[in-house]
């Protein structure tokens, strides 16, 4: 059972950060093992257990990040991350082409969300037709999001809209192609402690109805087709 993060957590994610090398790192692993990566995986487990009950019909899983990184993308950085996160998820051979719920902690700020990292433009087209289909139920999605606090949508815009969205409360979802439904901020007491997850329990059910919407868009017709 998760328990919290320490200070040992933090300070080893200041230390990979300026000590970004092989030697510092091992001598230091098993500090990385027990501090940073066994509470990150407890946590994203009881996540992905919170989720899987409430929505037993995904098959979701729990993927925990590793802290090296790929060595054919360094470019120039280090061999290791500063930082670690968890995805609950449904499995998936190519699973940019999913959403997922994540949580993410580095030296100076934590952060968690729902969103896509990569879909297909096929997804986003889907999207679109199923908004022209019926615009109330993205409209009403829309609005609950913006009568709260915790969750902002981020996006990565086309550079040309695709299409007219139907109201301009909907141009948001026409001009991206790629979001996250997220929030962020500095280190805090709760990570210290099973408040964290309570508040993410409390967030990632906010946001599953947006999880079920975007979950379902791979079962749609493909709008190309006459």
Request: charged content about 30%; glycine content about 4%.
């Given at each position: 059972?998760?328990?919290?993060?320490?200070?040992?957590?933090?300070?080893?994610?200041?230390g990979?950060?300026?000590?970004n090398?092989?030697?510092?790192?091992?001598?230091h692993?098993?500090?990385?093992l027990?501090?940073?990566y066994?509470?990150?995986?407890e946590?994203?487990?009881?996540?992905?257990?919170?989720?899987?009950?409430?929505r037993?019909?995904?098959?979701?899983?729990?993927?925990t990040?590793?802290?090296?990184?790929d060595?054919?993308?360094?470019?120039?950085?280090?061999?290791?991350?500063?930082?670690l996160?968890?995805c609950?998820?449904?499995p998936?051979?190519?699973w940019t082409?999913?959403?997922?719920?994540?949580?993410?902690?580095?030296?100076?700020a934590?952060?968690?969300g729902?969103?896509?990292y990569m879909?297909?433009?096929?997804?986003?087209?889907?999207l679109?037709?199923?908004i022209?289909?019926?615009?109330k139920?993205?409209?009403t999605?829309?609005?609950?999001?913006?009568?709260q606090k915790e969750?902002q949508?981020?996006t990565e815009?086309?550079?040309?809209?695709?299409?007219?969205?139907?109201?301009?409360?909907?141009?948001?979802?026409?001009?991206?192609?790629?979001?996250?439904i997220?929030?962020?901020?500095?280190?805090?007491?709760e990570l210290f402690?099973?408040?964290?997850?309570?508040?993410?329990k409390?967030g990632?059910d906010f946001?599953?109805?947006?999880?079920?919407?975007f979950?379902?868009l791979?079962?749609?017709?493909?709008?190309r087709?006459?």
């Amino acid at each position: 059972m998760f328990t919290g993060f320490t200070d040992e957590t933090v300070d080893f994610m200041w230390g990979i950060r300026f000590n970004n090398e092989k030697p510092w790192f091992e001598a230091h692993k098993e500090t990385y093992l027990n501090s940073f990566y066994q509470p990150m995986r407890e946590l994203g487990e009881e996540l992905r257990d919170f989720l899987a009950d409430k929505r037993p019909q995904y098959g979701l899983i729990c993927k925990t990040t590793r802290i090296y990184r790929d060595a054919r993308r360094l470019h120039g950085r280090g061999p290791y991350k500063d930082h670690l996160w968890f995805c609950v998820e449904q499995p998936s051979e190519q699973w940019t082409a999913r959403p997922t719920f994540w949580f993410e902690l580095g030296p100076e700020a934590w952060s968690c969300g729902m969103g896509y990292y990569m879909p297909r433009p096929l997804t986003m087209a889907k999207l679109r037709a199923r908004i022209d289909r019926d615009p109330k139920t993205m409209e009403t999605l829309t609005r609950k999001l913006a009568r709260q606090k915790e969750f902002q949508l981020e996006t990565e815009d086309y550079k040309r809209p695709r299409a007219a969205a139907p109201s301009p409360l909907l141009e948001p979802w026409y001009r991206m192609k790629s979001f996250s439904i997220c929030h962020e901020e500095k280190l805090t007491e709760e990570l210290f402690s099973r408040e964290i997850v309570e508040r993410l329990k409390k967030g990632f059910d906010f946001l599953l109805p947006y999880y079920d919407y975007f979950a379902t868009l791979e079962g749609d017709p493909d709008p190309r087709d006459p």
